[in-house]
C-alpha cells in the first residue's frame, strides 16, 4: 500500500498533541508549496465538527493568491465534535451505518493519492493532516499510527510550544518511531517563556531531524473579515520571512534523496553482499534485487526506478515464503515491536550461565508446561537459530547414547544418526552433518554420519490424497497399500486409526530388516533417530507419511536394553535411541498444529524450536530436552556438562517477543477466521479433520488436477505445488519459470486497492511452495490462490 | 540503584501530560495510603515554582486526620516556575552553582528512600511524583523517563482526562515501556464530554493494567478557607467512596506479587532451564541463581530474598564480564532500544536471499568502507553468531583453497586449518572442529582438524611486560629475546620496530620447520590459517605475542604458487593460505581499537564480527571476505553458491542496532574519558601508546607484584589476572575462589551511594578477567579496581 511517487511529494502532518497547530502550519506549507509546484494537495481524510470550522475549509479560505494550484479534499466528515471513532460510534447507531474498517479508509485514501498522482506529471506536493494526537482513534478505534501504517508515509511532527510541550512532542516521536516511521520535520511554534524549541532544536537534530519555530498566529479577533485580513498576514508573512519555505526544500531535498538512495541500492547492494544461497554469477542485474522499502502485515513495499510513468514507485509484494517460513503474525506487528522494546529497556541483554530472568523464565515454563513440551520435556536449553538449536540437540543425544552405553574414547567420536533422506537440520557443520551427502547441498567439512531411510510421502494427486512408497517399499506392499481408500486428507492423518491397518506391519519389517543389515555391516554406531515431523522443508516440502515416522520411533525404541530406571514422578525415559524432533519449520501451528506430537501419538526426548518462536522478528531457538536426557550430563565433574553456549544466549529481547508470540498465536488459534478455514476441511459436518488448512479444499482439488501440476499439498499454512519437470534437482528452475507471471503485479481497477498486489514467493527446485502468516485476512488467502491458479493456467 | 524493599512499597508517578491531575491524584493516593499503613512518605524530588504552591505543600496541607503518618519531602527546590532545566540554568547564573548531575540526583533520592526504609519495618507506602510529562527534562537537561531508570521503580501513569488525552496517555505510556519500566495503575479523571477513560480502560486491561477515573476535583473558590474546606471534602469522598482504595489494594497485591515471583524465580529456574557451561550438579541451591530484575549501564539489579532486614532486595551487581564480552554501552541503552523499535516498526524481519533494506546496506557499506573491513574486504556475509560467522568464514577459506588447488571428490574433505592452540571459535561443530582438541572442552562429533601452534605470550609480571615463550621456541632463541628491553607494554605491541629484532627469525624459522615437518608427515591439507588476533579469549585470555602472529601470516602468505591474477583495482588475492582474523571478542574497540589490522600491519582475506557489533543486545554476525576468496564461489553453476543462511539472516532489528551501536562507539572512541586514559598509558609526554586501557597502569604494576598474582594484562576494556595455582586447567576454581569477596556487596556508608556494588564475574580456569563496557564511568572503574586489590588483599 506505500506510495512514493517521483512527480509528488506526499507527507502525513501528525500533532504532539491536540491543539499544537497542525491546521495553521499545514496551511502555511500548503501555501508555501503553492509557490513552488504545480499542484498542491491537502487531505483531510477524516473531519468531525461542523463545517464552517473544518480544517480543509481553512485551508480552502486562506490557501492565498495561487489557490487555484491547492486542492483538497475531506474523505469521511462527521458532525459531531467529537473524537472520529466516537463520531462513527454516533453516526453509526443514527444512521445504522457499518463502521468504516482499517482496510476501507486506508484504500480510500491510497485511491485519492492515485488519483491525484495520474492527474498530471508536473512536480506536486501533498500533505494528509491527521486528527488529534499520534495515537487519536480512527473510524474503528484503532490509534492513528497504527492505522496509517500501511501506507508509510514520511511525516511531519507538528510540536507542542505549550508548558508540557517538550514531553509531548518527544514521546509522539517515539511512538511514531516504533512504527517505523520517519520524521523528516518537527515544526513548532516559537514561545518565548517555556522555549520548548530550544529544548528540542538540539534534541532533534542529533536525531537527524531539522526543527522550525515559527511565530505564533495572531490572537483571534471578534469582527470575522478583520480576523480573515489578520490571519492573511500572518500566512503571507510566514512565507515571506522565508520561514517556511527552508523547511519545503528540506522536504524536497529529502524527498529527492529517498529516490536517489532507493534507486543506488540495487547496485550498492550488488557491490557489498554475499547472499546466502544466492549464486552471484546467476543475478542478471539491479532488476533481479528486491529492494524493500517496509514491510506491513503480510507485504512487503518494493521499490521499483523503471515502473510506469506516474505509476507509484513502492508496490505491495506479498512475502510468499513467510520470510524464509519465519513469519506468524505479520511484519512489523506492533505488539512484538512493544515487546522487544520493553525487554530492551528493561535489560539489554543480559549473560544467562547460573542466570534467571523473567523473559527467559516464563519462555521456558510455558514451553515445558503449556506448549511443546508438555508432558514429557523437563528443561529448556536456549541457542540462537535452528541450526545451533540441532547442534544443541545433537550434543545432547549423543552424549546421552554414549553414557548410557558407557563408551569411551574412539567409540564416542563414531557415532551417527538415524533419519530420513531429504531432511534438513541447518547449515552449520553439525546439523549438515546429520543428513546426507547427496545433491549439491555440501560443503568441504561436510561428513554425513548415519543413515537415512527413503520415506513414504503424502500428497494430492488429480484430486485424491496418495501415498507413495518408495521403491524398496512398494515390493513389499499389497498394491492398495499406495493408496488410502477413504480418500480423505485427513483420514492419513489419523495415525491411530491407521496402526490398525496392514502398511505398520510392511513399514515395521522394512525398518527392521535395514537396521539388521546395517547392524551386519558395521560402520557407524547409530546413537539418535533424528526427524522433522510430517514436511521435511528445506528438502523439497517432502509430507512424509506420518504412519512411517510413527513406525520407525516406536521400532527404534523397541530395540536396544532398557535404559537405567529413575523416579517413577519422572516421564519415561528414553529407550533404543533418543529421539529428536526438528520443530523448527514444523512447529508453533506452522502446520495448522502447535505441535507434531499429538498427531504423531509420540513424544520425542529432544524437540528443537525456533523461526515462528520469535513472531518472525529476531533470532532464537530453544531445545527442549527430557529429564533422562538431561541426566547424562550431571555430575559432579564440571567437565561433564554440556558444554555449549552463545554470547547472546537466551536474550531477553528475544524471549519477550517469544512470549508476546506464544500468546498471539495461542490466541489466533481460536480465531473465527481459523474457524471458518477448519470448517471447510471437515470430513463430515460438524466434524472436524485430522488436518487442515488456510489454504481451500476446494482450490487445492482443482490445481491436483491442473496438467502443469504433479501433485499438490497443504496443511495449515503451507501451500506446496510440484510441477510437472524431468529435472527434480536443486537447481531446477521450473517451478520458478511456471509462476513467473505471478511476480508481477495485476493492473485492476483502482476500486479494488486490496487486490492490486504482486507476490514474492521461493521454489525448491520442481516445487513451489506458498506460506501465509497465522493471520493472513482470509480475502488475501483467496486473491493469492486467484493468482495461483490464473499463473498456472497461462503456463499450461 | 534499583529499590525494592519488602515492608516499604514504592511507586513513581509520571503524568502523561504537565496538568493532567499528578499533584491532586497523588494527594488521594498519600491519603489513602495513611489509612492502611504505618507511615507515607511523599517525595517531590524536583520542585519549581512558588513554595506555597508547590506539591509537596499541598500534600502537608491536605494529607487528612491520618497527618502524623504522613512524611513529605522535596530535594530540589526552584523558585522560578519553569521547567527543571531552566530553573537549574537560571539558579547555576544566579549563584555559580554547578547543575546537578544526573548521578547526584539519582543518588540523592537513593539516600533518602533508605533512610525512610530504614526508620521502621512496619508497613508503609511512598510516592515519589515525578514534575510534568514522562520526557520533561530533570535539573541536567536529560529527560525524567531516562534520569529516572536506574531506580527502576514500579510507575503510576496518570492520565490524561482532556481533548487530546487519550493520544497523550498511550504516548506516554510507550515512552515508559521503552524504558522497560513496569506500569502498574493508570489513574485519571472522569471526563463526561471526552470519555478518554472508555476508550483507555479496555485499552490497558488489554495490556494487564487497571485504569480507574475518578472524579475530578471541585472548582477553585476564591475564598481560601471555602477552597480549603471544598478541596478536603472531595478528597474524603475520594476515599469514602472506594475509587482509590482498590487502587491502592491492587497496588499492594501487585507488591507481593512482585517479591513472591522474584522469591520463587531461583527455584523454578533451577526446575526448567539447563544453562550453557554449567554443570548442574555443581550448583549447590537457590543463592547459586543470579536473579537478574532489571539492568541499567553496567549494573544488573540483582534480587536477593535473604537480604538483611529492612535492607533493599535488590542491590547492584557490576556486570564484571560485560555480559559474555557483549556490552560496550551498558545495558538497556535507550539509544539502542529505539534503533530496535525503530527497524522492528518498519520491517519486523524480512528474508535476506537478492533482498536489499537500508539497515543492512548500511551496516555492510560501513563495515566495508570505514570499518574493519576497509582497505581489504570487498563482501559482507551475514549470520548469528560468532559460531555461525565462523562457519561461514571456514566454508569460505576451505573452497577458496580448494578451488585454487583444483580439488576434488575426497581431496576436499581432507583439508585441515592451521591456528595457535588455545583458540576458540565458538560451539558449532565446524567451529570446533578448527580448534585442537585437548582438555574438556569437546564433544562426540568434535573432530579436530588441522594443527595448532603453542604461541609465545605477552603478560606483566613483576611489574614488567615480558614475553614467555614456549619450550620449543625458547630453546631456538637467544636468553635476551623472551624480555622486551624497554620495559613499557606499547613496546611489546610496536609490531613495526620489532621487525627488525631478531626473535623475527626464531619465530620464521620455527614456523617454517614445523611446516615442513608437517607436510612431510602427510595427512591433512592445511587449508587456511585461523587466528584470533592479539587475544584468545575463551582459551584463558591469552595474550598471544602480536609479533609471531605477524610472522605467521608472513610466512604462511609467501608459500605456495601464487593465486590467480585478478583485476588490478581489487586489493591483492589471498596468498598460500586464506587468513581467517577470528576478531568476535577482540574487535570493535573491545582492546582500545577498532580493528587489529593496523596493529598487526597485515590483513586477513577473512574476518568475523560479532558481541559488540550490536551493541550487546541481539546477537548478529558478520563474516567478511576479500574479493578474490568471494571468486571462489562465483560461477554459473548455481551448486557452487555459498549454501549457508539462516532464517533471520541480517534481520533488520540487529542491523539497526549495529548502526546505531557503530555510530555510538566510534563516539565514545574520541570521548573525553578515553582521551583521560589514554593520556595516562602515553610512553613519553605527548607521546601516546600503541596500546592503552581503561585500566590504570598503576593498578595494573601494583597487582602484577602481589603474591597471589602470577601475572596480569590489560588492553582496551579487559583486565586478565592470572593467580598463582598449580591447576590451570578449565575446571580450576582457584580464580574464583581467590576473589570471591568481591561478590559481596560493601556496606559502607550512604553517603557513597555511587560505590555500593557487588561484582558478578567470570573465570576461566586460573585465570580472573573483568571487562568494561567502553563507556563504563572512569569512577567505576576505579572502585573496581579498588575492590580487586582489596580481594586480592584479603586472600594473600
Chains 1, 2 share one sequence.
Not at 529529502?254 to 554475499?274: G, I, K, Y
Not at 543480559?350 to 523473559?359: D, K, L, N, S, Y
Request: proline residues 6%; hydrophobic residues 40%; aromatic residues 8%.
Amino acid at each position: 500500500m506505500s506510495l512514493l511517487f517521483k512527480h509528488l511529494r506526499i507527507h502525513q502532518i501528525f500533532g504532539a498533541n491536540t491543539d499544537v497547530g497542525k491546521t495553521i502550519l499545514a496551511t502555511a506549507l500548503v501555501r508555501g508549496s503553492a509557490a513552488l509546484k504545480n499542484d498542491v494537495f491537502y487531505l483531510k481524510p477524516i473531519s468531525t465538527g461542523p463545517i464552517q470550522d473544518a480544517d480543509d475549509e481553512h485551508i480552502k479560505r486562506h490557501c492565498g493568491a495561487l489557490k487555484n494550484r491547492v486542492h483538497t479534499e475531506c474523505l469521511y466528515r462527521f458532525h459531531v465534535p467529537v473524537s472520529p471513532h466516537l463520531a462513527a460510534q454516533i453516526a453509526a447507531g443514527d444512521e445504522s451505518r457499518k463502521i468504516v474498517s482499517d482496510a476501507t479508509f486506508v484504500n480510500s485514501i491510497t485511491s485519492y493519492v492515485r488519483r491525484c498522482a495520474s492527474r498530471g506529471t508536473g512536480p506536486a506536493d501533498m500533505y494528509v493532516e491527521t486528527a488529534g494526537g499520534v495515537h487519536s482513534p480512527t473510524l474503528s478505534g484503532v490509534t492513528q499510527v497504527d492505522c496509517y501504517r500501511p501506507l508509510f508515509l514520511p511525516t511531519i511532527l507538528i510540536g507542542d510550544s505549550r508548558l508540557g510541550g517538550i514531553s509531548a512532542t518527544i514521546s509522539a516521536y517515539e511512538s511514531l518511531l516504533l512504527r517505523g516511521y520517519v520524521v523528516e520535520a518537527v515544526l513548532l511554534f516559537r514561545d518565548e517563556y517555556y522555549r520548548n524549541s530550544d529544548f528540542l532544536t538540539p534534541y532533534f537534530t542529533e536525531r537527524g531531524i531539522d526543527v522550525t519555530a515559527v511565530d505564533p498566529p495572531p490572537p483571534i479577533l471578534s469582527d470575522a473579515s478583520e480576523n480573515f485580513a489578520s490571519t492573511e498576514r500572518y500566512y503571507e508573512r510566514l512565507i515571506s520571512e522565508d520561514s517556511i519555505l527552508p523547511v519545503l526544500r528540506n522536504l524536497d531535498t529529502r524527498h529527492e534523496r529517498r529516490l536517489a538512495e532507493l534507486t543506488s541500492m540495487p547496485r550498492r547492494s550488488l557491490d557489498a553482499f554475499w547472499w546466502p544461497f544466492v549464486q552471484h554469477d546467476l543475478i542478471k542485474g539491479e532488476k533481479d534485487v528486491t529492494v524493500i522499502d517496509s514491510a506491513s502485515s503480510d507485504f512487503f513495499s518494493v521499490y521499483d526506478a523503471h515502473g510506469t510513468e506516474g505509476a507509484s514507485a513502492l508496490e505491495s509484494q506479498l512475502d510468499g515464503s513467510a520470510s524464509w517460513w519465519t513469519q506468524a503474525l505479520g511484519h512489523a506487528h506492533p505488539t512484538l515491536t512493544l515487546a522487544a522494546a520493553r525487554a530492551s529497556g528493561r535489560y539489554g541483554h543480559v549473560m544467562f550461565p547460573q542466570v534467571t530472568h523473567a523473559p527467559a523464565l516464563q519462555l521456558a515454563e510455558r514451553l515445558l508446561h503449556d506448549g511443546p513440551g508438555k508432558g514429557w520435556a523437563s528443561r529448556v536449553f536456549f541457542s540462537d537459530d535452528g541450526s545451533t538449536g540441532m547442534e544443541v540437540a545433537l550434543k545432547m543425544a549423543l552424549r546421552a547414547f554414549s553414557v548410557h552405553r558407557c563408551l569411551q574414547g574412539a567409540d564416542r567420536k563414531a557415532l551417527g544418526v538415524l533419519g530420513l533422506r531429504g531432511s534438513y537440520h541447518g547449515d552449520t557443520i553439525g546439523a549438515m552433518d546429520a543428513c546426507a551427502e547427496e545433491g549439491v547441498y555440501t560443503c568441504e567439512w561436510h561428513n554425513a554420519k548415519g543413515y537415512w531411510f527413503d520415506p513414504p510421502t503424502v500428497s494430492i494427486q488429480d484430486g485424491h490424497p496418495i501415498i507413495t512408497l518408495p521403491p524398496a517399499l512398494a515390493a513389499a506392499a499389497a498394491p492398495s497399500d499406495s493408496t488410502v481408500a477413504s480418500g480423505s486428507l485427513s483420514s492419513v492423518y489419523d495415525v491411530p486409526a491407521r496402526l490398525s491397518t496392514p502398511l505398520v506391519e510392511v513399514y515395521r519389517t522394512y525398518i527392521r530388516n535395514t537396521l539388521r543389515s546395517l547392524e551386519r555391516a558395521g560402520g557407524l554406531q547409530l546413537a539418535a533417530l533424528v526427524l522433522e515431523p510430517l514436511v521435511m522443508g528445506a528438502g523439497g516440502m517432502i509430507f512424509v507419511d506420518p504412519l512411517f515416522q510413527r513406525v520407525l520411533v516406536d521400532v527404534v525404541r523397541g530395540r536396544g536394553p532398557p535404559p537405567p530406571s529413575t523416579d517413577s514422578d519422572t516421564p519415561a525415559p528414553w529407550r533404543g535411541l533418543p529421539v529428536i524432533f526438528d520443530e523448527v519449520f514444523v512447529g508453533l501451528y506452522r502446520l495448522g498444529m502447535e505441535s507434531t506430537i499429538p498427531l504423531l501419538g509420540v513424544s520425542p526426548d529432544i524437540s528443537v524450536h525456533a523461526k515462528i518462536l520469535t513472531g518472525g522478528l529476531v533470532p532464537l531457538a530453544a531445545t527442549l530436552a527430557s529429564d533422562s536426557i538431561f541426566q547424562a550430563f550431571y555430575s559432579t565433574d564440571k567437565a561433564e556438562a554440556l558444554l555449549h553456549g552463545h554470547s547472546y544466549t537466551a536474550h531477553p529481547l528475544g524471549c519477550e517477543v517469544a512470549n508476546e508470540t506464544l500468546r498471539l498465536v495461542e490466541k489466533e488459534s481460536r480465531s473465527e477466521a481459523w474457524a471458518a478455514a477448519q470448517a471447510r476441511w471437515e470430513v463430515a459436518p460438524g466434524k472436524p479433520g485430522v488436518v487442515w488448512s488456510l489454504w481451500d479444499p476446494q482450490f487445492i482439488q482443482t490445481v491436483s488436477r491442473m496438467d502443469a501440476v504433479a501433485e499438490v499439498m497443504a496443511l495449515g499454512t503451507v501451500l506446496a505445488i510440484k510441477v510437472r519437470d524431468s529435472e527434480a534437482s536443486y537447481v531446477s528452475h521450473s517451478a520458478q519459470t511456471l509462476l513467473q507471471s505471478i511476480k508481477f503485479r495485476d493492473t485492476g481497477s483502482l476500486a479494488s486497492e486490496s487486490g492490486q498486489f504482486s507476490v514474492h514467493f521461493r521454489t525448491l527446485g520442481n516445487v513451489a511452495y506458498f506460506m501465509t502468516s497465522l493471520n493472513t485476512a482470509p480475502e488475501t488467502v483467496r486473491s493469492l490462490e486467484d493468482k495461483i491458479w490464473t499463473a498456472l493456467q497461462k503456463s499450461s
